[in-house]
């Protein structure tokens, strides 16, 4: 099997039709048909559904498609890596950052390391939720992830960095608890309309066992995924919210929001870094990536939480 093969058969599929393919690749179609046949004849599956609508891929040919991407990903990254062998790291570098979370506070820092360390490197950030992030991580769209511990997923890694408590914040006006109080009990927060995140967000999911494990009403004001809304929310004194105190601290910084110490019993996330777990990394992405753990380590690790590598 050779990696031509693999390219029609991909573009084939993506193009939902041999002679569309045939048309972007410059093959005639003759050509790609018989190349296709000869992938059936080799593995010994029928690939692809053939109609006057155009052509599906089996379940066999799904198979297929899927490790195609992989295998032709790495060789492309592989003859991009001889290529600049003995050269500074360059290229694209996706960096995905969960909402709610301190990362963006290291955003400006982050693009102005790497522009000084690695000048040829182009930095991609964007916030992402962990429902589509394996997916991403996996398919290539993105090459790592600052994020709080996710569910597990095949195919990625979480490797932990930092454990960060949580904090209930909200104006004065809508926590009224006495001023010189800088914790907060489970049963009092409570009695606090809040906005959160909806039930796939690592936070929103810890709470929400924390309340039933105490017997205690949750009450959700509104599941709010926009960091932006929050804050107007927040301002307009209709509810309080749940974070983990670097993240209150990057959200949050103005001197009249009310921050306390969620207790009884305390409550702590996993804050750490997301990779594929079996796709190697492009040197731009890997020299990144080191640059990223110094950062956590030098710039968080002392201000919150404990080291949780």
């Known amino acids: 099997m050779d990696t031509r093969?693999?390219?029609?058969?991909?573009?084939?599929?993506?193009?939902?039709?041999?002679?569309?393919?045939?048309?972007?690749?410059?093959?005639?179609q003759p050509a790609l048909s018989q190349q296709v046949s000869a992938l059936e004849k080799e593995l010994k599956q029928r690939l692809l559904i053939r109609s006057k609508q155009g052509v599906e891929p089996t379940a066999a040919g799904n198979a297929l498609y899927r490790h195609a991407q992989s295998i032709l990903r790495l060789v492309e990254q592989a003859r991009q890596d001889v290529e600049?062998?003995?050269?500074?790291?360059?290229?694209?570098?996706?960096?995905?950052?969960?909402?709610?979370?301190?990362?963006?506070?290291?955003?400006?820092?982050?693009?102005?390391?790497?522009?000084?360390?690695?000048?040829?490197?182009?930095?991609?950030?964007?916030?992402?939720?962990?429902?589509?992030?394996?997916?991403?991580?996996?398919?290539?769209?993105?090459?790592?992830?600052?994020?709080?511990?996710?569910r597990e997923a095949r195919g990625v890694r979480?490797?932990?960095?930092?454990?960060?408590?949580?904090?209930?914040?909200?104006?004065?006006?809508?926590?009224?608890?006495?001023?010189?109080?800088?914790?907060?009990?489970?049963?009092?927060?409570?009695?606090?309309?809040?906005?959160?995140?909806?039930?796939?967000?690592?936070?929103?999911?810890?709470?929400?066992?924390?309340?039933?494990?105490q017997g205690l009403p949750l009450r959700i004001a509104g599941e709010v995924e926009s960091v932006p809304a929050l804050s107007r929310l927040l301002h307009a004194n209709l509810g309080a919210t749940v974070l983990p105190r670097s993240a209150a601290d990057a959200l949050f910084p103005e001197a009249g929001f009310?921050?306390?110490?969620?207790?009884?019993?305390?409550?702590h996330v996993k804050f750490g870094l997301c990779t594929a777990d079996h796709e190697p990394m492009s040197e731009a992405a890997s020299a990144v990536?080191?640059?990223?753990?110094?950062?956590?380590?030098?710039?968080?690790?002392?201000?919150?939480?404990?080291?949780?590598?």
């Open 158 to 213: 979480f490797t932990s960095m930092i454990l960060d408590d949580l904090y209930v914040v909200a104006s004065p006006e809508v926590d009224q608890g006495s001023p010189d109080e800088r914790s907060i009990t489970l049963r009092e927060a409570s009695q606090l309309p809040l906005f959160l995140p909806e039930d796939n967000h690592t936070v929103r999911r810890l709470l929400d066992k924390a309340f039933a494990d």
């Open 84 to 150: 600049r062998s003995g050269a500074a790291p360059s290229g694209r570098v996706a960096i995905a950052m969960a909402p709610y979370c301190m990362a963006s506070s290291l955003a400006p820092a982050i693009v102005q390391e790497v522009g000084r360390r690695y000048p040829d490197i182009t930095l991609h950030l964007t916030e992402i939720f962990g429902g589509v992030l394996s997916d991403a991580i996996k398919n290539g769209r993105l090459d790592m992830a600052l994020i709080y511990e996710p």
């Open 258 to 267: 009310r921050m306390r110490h969620l207790v009884e019993p305390a409550l």
């Open 5 to 28: 093969k693999l390219e029609y058969f991909v573009r084939i599929v993506d193009s939902g039709s041999i002679t569309k393919a045939a048309a972007a690749l410059h093959v005639a």
């Open 289 to 309: 990536l080191i640059l990223l753990r110094d950062m956590i380590k030098n710039r968080l690790l002392a201000r919150y939480g404990s080291d949780a590598a």
